[in-house]
């Protein structure tokens, strides 16, 4: 079964960091592309950032570039969020999730496995 | 970056009854080269991440249940539910990934009426 869960979420004050992970179960980690995708509770979903396969391409959206930085361990099954210099609005849910891909078909931006979300505050 | 607009922001259907959801994106989202539009469909229920149900604007994914069905190309699109259920009640989400940013709909909370 594939699994994936978030953990790292907490009360910060602006301007400090935090790293998010993710650990993922069930699949051959490795071979898909991951993403972060993040939400105001009770707003809609905001792309964050994504990463390749082996972790050589790497993209962000505007709002975060800079301060955020995705990475991933393949050998221990884990995607990670580095944020630094929070913000208040950077508070939401976190979302990681997964890249849809089968023997079939592959898409590096369609998720079909999504965790249950950790959530950051940062307080002004 | 490509804007996704959905409408209604929010809709109440009937038992039964069918509802639309529509989604303009601010620039087409149909690559040439293979004729796909690359537009997703999503479902968020409260307190659960979202759930994928289409992808290519009109591909069903894989134990999606068939009321469910989408169409467009171009800008254009429309998730529909052909007869509503009580389990379908949730917020609807399309996304583009012709480009990045990745971007979303703002969202439609679908009710009962």
């Known amino acids: 079964e594939v699994q994936l869960v978030e953990s790292g979420g907490g009360l910060v004050q602006s301007g400090g960091s935090l790293r998010l992970s993710c650990a993922a179960s069930g699949f051959t980690f490795s071979t898909y592309w991951m993403h972060w995708v993040r939400q105001v509770p009770g707003k809609g979903l905001v792309w964050v950032s994504r990463?390749?396969?082996?972790?050589?391409?790497?993209s962000y959206a505007d709002s975060v570039k800079g301060r955020f930085t995705i990475s991933r361990d393949n050998a221990k099954n884990t995607l990670y969020l580095q944020m630094t210099s929070l913000r208040a609005e950077d508070t939401a849910v976190y979302y990681c999730a997964r890249a849809y891909c089968t023997h079939a078909l592959c898409f590096t931006s369609v998720y079909d496995y999504w965790g249950q979300g950790t959530l950051v505050t940062v307080s002004s | 970056d490509i804007v996704m607009t959905q409408s209604p922001e929010s809709l109440a259907v009937s038992l039964g009854e069918r509802a639309t959801i529509n989604c303009k994106s601010s620039?087409?989202?149909?690559?040439?080269?293979?004729?796909?539009?690359?537009l997703t469909w999503y479902q968020q229920k409260p307190g659960q991440p979202p759930k994928l149900l289409i992808y290519s604007a009109s591909t069903r994914e894989s134990g999606v249940p068939d009321r469910f069905s989408g169409s467009g190309s171009g800008t254009d699109f429309t998730l529909t539910i052909s007869s509503l259920q009580a389990e379908d009640v949730a917020v609807y989400y399309c996304?583009?990934?012709?480009?990045?940013?990745?971007?979303f709909g703002q969202g439609t909370r679908l009710e009962i009426k």
């Open positions: 620039q087409s989202v149909l690559y040439s080269s293979n004729n796909k539009n690359y």
């Open positions: 996304q583009q990934y012709y480009s990045t940013p990745i971007t």
């Open positions: 990463i390749d396969t082996d972790g050589s391409d790497t």
